[in-house]
């Protein structure tokens, strides 16, 4: 999920940004429907990783690390919602590959 969810983000663009003949995910869902997208599929991953985890008997770090990754990463793009910026894009997608390198570890 964490390589879906940054192939998402790193196609996400505010709308002043976007540019004719250039597909990206805001263009085809919409600015705020990406963002959602992207939020949606983290989302998935971290449940999933939260079952493995608990299978795996793992202590509370882990999950600790895990949410707080989650809820950080939907802050920013959060902040990005209200106020669109191509600046706030590319920390809300260094995020989300933290992600996903969290998920291979």
Wanted: charged share 15%; aromatic share 10%; no cysteine.
């Amino acid at each position: 999920f964490g390589g879906l969810a940054f192939e998402i983000a790193r196609k996400i663009r505010v709308p002043a940004d976007e540019r004719p003949g250039l597909d990206s995910y805001s263009r085809a869902l919409g600015y705020g429907g990406a963002v959602g997208a992207v939020l949606l599929v983290l989302l998935a991953g971290v449940l999933i990783q939260a079952l493995l985890l608990h299978r795996l008997g793992a202590r509370p770090w882990p999950y600790i690390l895990l949410a707080g990754l989650y809820v950080g990463t939907a802050l920013v793009y959060g902040w990005g919602l209200r106020r669109p910026a191509a600046r706030t894009l590319r920390l809300a997608e260094l995020l989300t590959s933290l992600f996903m390198l969290s998920s291979y570890v």
